[in-house]
Every structure is written in structure tokens, then in C-alpha cells.
């Protein structure tokens, strides 16, 4: 069966400092991955999506970048964290032939102080 | 044209009631998704409606696909306090992406 791991659950890391995030699946091959985020418990912005080893495609400009180096690994990064990067960092993934794959990681808290 | 509007906001029902949300938009989807977050957690699929009319349940849980193919709604009935947490909406676009609504904040007073 497929599993997504994604790490940490919680991070809190100082203005200026960079950034990391990793999520891994288990289970399937060539996946499609994507980073959401989590404002206030409301709804999810897609950040980035990749369907393939080095295909990244961002949906809104900001502070941050992804990285697929590995088929099954999606990295989440920034050189210099803003207050306003904080929230709930979600990545997930699909099959990319039906919503029904579409599954997300248990997320990381972010606090940038 | 793609914002999901999502309504209500926040719902606070005693148990045992039933509960109806809904989500429209200006645009015609060909999918509605009805996902549910726990505190702290990734949202987990409930409902996937892929044809307009479409009525579809899954245990206490109801969701329809609007006939204009603009709106949709979840109902749960007889509701318990498991059933707190934030309930989305969401539409998918090429390559899987998902838009999402803001989400209905559910508190279930036991």
C-alpha cells in the first residue's frame, strides 16, 4: 500500500534562517507531488507541483522553492524564512488519473518567530 | 472564476443534529470533491461527485452535484463529536491540482 511521510510535524526557526522540508512516498512509482499551505486552519493554497524528476512548477510567487531530486522525494526550501512564511506545509499525491489517489501528508507546523 | 465559495464559516450544532454545508462558484466544474481535516492533520477524501445530479453518500455523510454544475453540498446527519473538524471543498484542475474553499469550521456540542 502507498504511505506518504513528511517531516517534521512542527518547526519553529527564526526570521532570516533557511528552510527545509521533506516528503517522501512509499508504494508507487512516478507519482505527481505537490506543497500546499495552511493559513489559520482555513483553506490550502497549492504552492508548487511536480509530475516528474526535476519538474517543478510554482503556482504563486514567494519566499519559498521545491525540489524533486528523487522520484518519490519532494523538498520544500527557503534561503531566508519570513514571519509570513509560517503555517501548516501539507505536500500530497496523486496517481495523476483520478482524484480518487490524491492523498496528503499529516503536515508540518511552521512558526517563524 | 476558480474561487470555491464555501458557506458557512463555522457551524456549532448540538449532537445528534444534522448538518448542511454547501460551496458554490461562478464557474462549471466537472468534479466536486468534499474533503475533512482534523486538528492537526491532512485532509482525508470524504465524497467525490463527477457528474452533474450526482448524489453520492458514504455512512452519515450525503454530497450532491449541483444540476448547473456550479454548486454542491454536504450534509451529515445525526452528528457526533468525531465529526468536528473542517470540512473543504474542493474542485481539481489539470494535472490533480486542487483548489479548495475556506472551509466549514463543525463543533459538535456532546
Known amino acids: 500500500s502507498q504511505t506518504i511521510h513528511q517531516w517534521p510535524a512542527t518547526l519553529v526557526q527564526p526570521v532570516g534562517s533557511p528552510l527545509s522540508l521533506e516528503c517522501t512516498v512509499e508504494?508507487?512509482?512516478?507519482?505527481?507531488l505537490y506543497w500546499y499551505r495552511q493559513a489559520a486552519g482555513r483553506g490550502l493554497q497549492l504552492l508548487f507541483y511536480s509530475v516528474g524528476i526535476g519538474q517543478i512548477s510554482s503556482e504563486v510567487p514567494q519566499n519559498l522553492s521545491a525540489s524533486r531530486p528523487q522520484d518519490r522525494q519532494f523538498i520544500l526550501s527557503s534561503k531566508k524564512l519570513l514571519l509570513s512564511d509560517s503555517g501548516f506545509y501539507l505536500c500530497a499525491w496523486s496517481t495523476g488519473q483520478g482524484i480518487d489517489g490524491y492523498t496528503f501528508g499529516s503536515g508540518t507546523r511552521l512558526t517563524v518567530v | 472564476g476558480q474561487q470555491l465559495n464555501q458557506s458557512p464559516q463555522s457551524m456549532f450544532i448540538q449532537e445528534g443534529e444534522d448538518v448542511s454545508m454547501n460551496c458554490t462558484s461562478s464557474s462549471i466544474f466537472n468534479t466536486w470533491l468534499w474533503y475533512k481535516q482534523d486538528p492537526g492533520e491532512g485532509p482525508v477524501l470524504l465524497i467525490a461527485?463527477?457528474?452533474?445530479?450526482e448524489l453520492t453518500s458514504n455512512g452519515r455523510l450525503t454530497a450532491q452535484f449541483g444540476i448547473t454544475r456550479k454548486d454542491s453540498f454536504l450534509n451529515i446527519s445525526a452528528s457526533i463529536p468525531s465529526d468536528v473538524g473542517i470540512y473543504f471543498c474542493?474542485?481539481?484542475?489539470?494535472?490533480?491540482?486542487?483548489?479548495f474553499g475556506e472551509g466549514t469550521q463543525l463543533t459538535v456540542n456532546p
Open positions: 461527485l463527477y457528474k452533474a445530479g
Open positions: 508504494g508507487t512509482s512516478n507519482p505527481n
Open positions: 474542493a474542485r481539481e484542475t489539470s494535472g490533480s491540482r486542487l483548489t
